[in-house]
C-alpha cells in the first residue's frame, strides 16, 4: 500500500529515547488536560491507564506544531481512540468534561493537596483522606497524627517549597554545594542534573551528582556526611535524610523500569538566603517591621555521589525526563536485549558489562542517535 502519512508524523518513533522533545510544547492545552487526567489515575491506582496518557502527553510534546484537528494526529503512536475522544472535546469545545469532573473531585483535589507536601505518597493521601481530612491546616493542627519527620518538615515548611525554584536560585544553590563539596574533596565534579540539565527555568527541586577521579572510597562514603555537617553548622540544613550506598560493582541493572538507583544519596532541605539586591522583593508591606521580613527560602536539594567509572550511567539516569528513561530502559531490554539503569549497561547476548566514560558512548553502545539534554524534556 502507499504511504499516505504527512512527512511530520510517520517518522515517529514509539520510545522517546527517539524523539527531540524541546522544553518548547505547542501542544500545552491537551498535555495540561492530560496530565490531570493521568494524576487521577495515579492516585487510583490504575497505573496501566496513567501510563498511557503520560506516553500520550510524551508524544505530543515532542511535535514540532500544534494539532489543529484529530487529522494531525494520524500515524502517531500512542494515541489511542480514548485520547483522541478528549482531543476532540478540547478541539470542538475548548475544554474536556471528563478533565472538568477530575478537577472537582474531591478526592482527587484531596490527594492532589496531600501529595504536594514532601513525605507524603500515595499511601499516607489515601489515609488522611479516609480519616476525613480535606485540609493542611487540620492536619497541622490535629495532635494525635503521627507524622514522620520528612512530612512534619514538609508542613513547616511548605510555602517555600511549593513555591518552584527558579533557574536563578538554582545557580545560588550550585554554588553553595560546589562550595562545599570542594572543601572535602577539591577534585570533585559537581554537575546540575534534572529539569535544570535539560534547560528547565523552574523546577520542584535541584539535583546534583558528585563524583571524583581521585577519591579514594572512604574519602568517597564520607563526603555527604561532611557536606550535610558544615551545613547545619552554619545553619543552612533545614532536613537530611541520608540514603546509605547499597551499590555492588557487580550487580546486574534492574529489571523494573522505575526503580531506584543504589547511590549514595541525600533528601535535604537547605536554607538558601536571597542576594542583597533582590532583598526588597521579600521585604514586609509599608508599615510593618523590616526585621519580620524573611530573608531566606527553603529550597529542596538531592545530592547523588558515584563511583567515577558510573559517572555516565548516573548522569542519564538523573537527568530524565522521567519518560525519557523509562524509554531507554525499555527500548534497551526490548530492541537491544540490553539491561540499562543508573549503573551500569549490561548486554543479555554477550554476558558482558559494557563500559562507558560519557552518555555519548551509551548512546552508541543502544545504536541510538545522541539527543542532548535540553531535547529530553519528553
Ligand atoms: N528519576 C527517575 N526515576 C525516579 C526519580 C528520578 O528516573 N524515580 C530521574 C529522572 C528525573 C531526575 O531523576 O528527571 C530528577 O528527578 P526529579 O523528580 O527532580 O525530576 P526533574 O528534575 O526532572 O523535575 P522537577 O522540575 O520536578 O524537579
Ligand atoms: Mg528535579
Known amino acids: 500500500t502507499l504511504n499516505i502519512l504527512p512527512p511530520t508524523t510517520k517518522t515517529i518513533s ?10 518548547n510544547n505547542h501542544n500545552q492545552r491537551f498535555t495540561d488536560a492530560f496530565e490531570i487526567l493521568a494524576k487521577n489515575y495515579e492516585f487510583k491506582e490504575n497505573d496501566d491507564t496513567c501510563l498511557t496518557f503520560m506516553r500520550a502527553i510524551s508524544v505530543l510534546k515532542c511535535l514540532p506544531f500544534e494539532v489543529v484537528s484529530l487529522k494531525d494526529t494520524e500515524g502517531l503512536p500512542w494515541i489511542g481512540d480514548e485520547v483522541k475522544g478528549i482531543m476532540e472535546e478540547i478541539i470542538e469545545d475548548g475544554e474536556s ?10 478526592r482527587y483535589q484531596s490527594f492532589k493537596l496531600f501529595t504536594s507536601v514532601f513525605g507524603v505518597g500515595l499511601k499516607t493521601a489515601d489515609k488522611w483522606y479516609r480519616m476525613g481530612f480535606r485540609t493542611l491546616n487540620k492536619i497541622r493542627s490535629d495532635k494525635t497524627l503521627k507524622l514522620t519527620k520528612m512530612q512534619k518538615a514538609g508542613l513547616c515548611y511548605y510555602e517555600d517549597l ?14 553553595l554545594v560546589q562550595d562545599a563539596v570542594w572543601t572535602f574533596l577539591p577534585d570533585a565534579l559537581v554537575t546540575i542534573t534534572g ?6 527555568e523552574f523546577g520542584h527541586d535541584v539535583d546534583f551528582l558528585i563524583t571524583s577521579p581521585g577519591a579514594e572510597k572512604e574519602q568517597e ?6 557536606v550535610t555537617n ?4 552554619q545553619g543552612l540544613l533545614l532536613y537530611c535524610d541520608l540514603i546509605e550506598s ?8 534492574s529489571r523494573k523500569i522505575d526503580a531506584l538507583d543504589h547511590f549514595q544519596k541525600c533528601f535535604l532541605i537547605l536554607k538558601l538566603y536571597h542576594h542583597k539586591e533582590d532583598k526588597r522583593k521579600w521585604e514586609m508591606p509599608t508599615g510593618s517591621n523590616e526585621s519580620e521580613a524573611k530573608s531566606w527560602k527553603a529550597i529542596r536539594v538531592d545530592l547523588v555521589v558515584c563511583p567515577y567509572d558510573r559517572y555516565a550511567f548516573a548522569l542519564l539516569g538523573w537527568s530524565g525526563s522521567r519518560q525519557f528513561e523509562r524509554d531507554l530502559r525499555r527500548y534497551a531490554i526490548h530492541e537491544k536485549k540490553m539491561m540499562l539503569d543508573n549503573h551500569a549497561l549490561y548486554d543479555k547476548t554477550k554476558k558482558i558489562f559494557l563500559k562507558a566514560k560519557s552518555e555519548e558512548e551509551i548512546f552508541a553502545h543502544l545504536g541510538l542517535e545522541y539527543i542532548q539534554p535540553s531535547e529530553r524534556n519528553a
Open 14 to 23: 514509539q520510545y522517546a529515547c527517539q524523539r527531540r522533545t524541546t522544553i
Open 97 to 106: 468534561l471528563e478533565v472538568q469532573a477530575v478537577l472537582n473531585d474531591e
Open 162 to 175: 511549593i513555591d518552584c525554584v527558579s533557574k536563578a536560585e538554582a545557580d545560588a544553590v550550585s554554588l
Open 195 to 200: 529539569g535544570f540539565r535539560r534547560g528547565k
Open 221 to 226: 562514603d564520607q563526603l555527604l556526611q561532611k
Open 230 to 233: 558544615l551545613w547545619k553548622k
Open 246 to 253: 547499597t551499590f555492588e560493582d557487580l550487580k546486574l541493572p
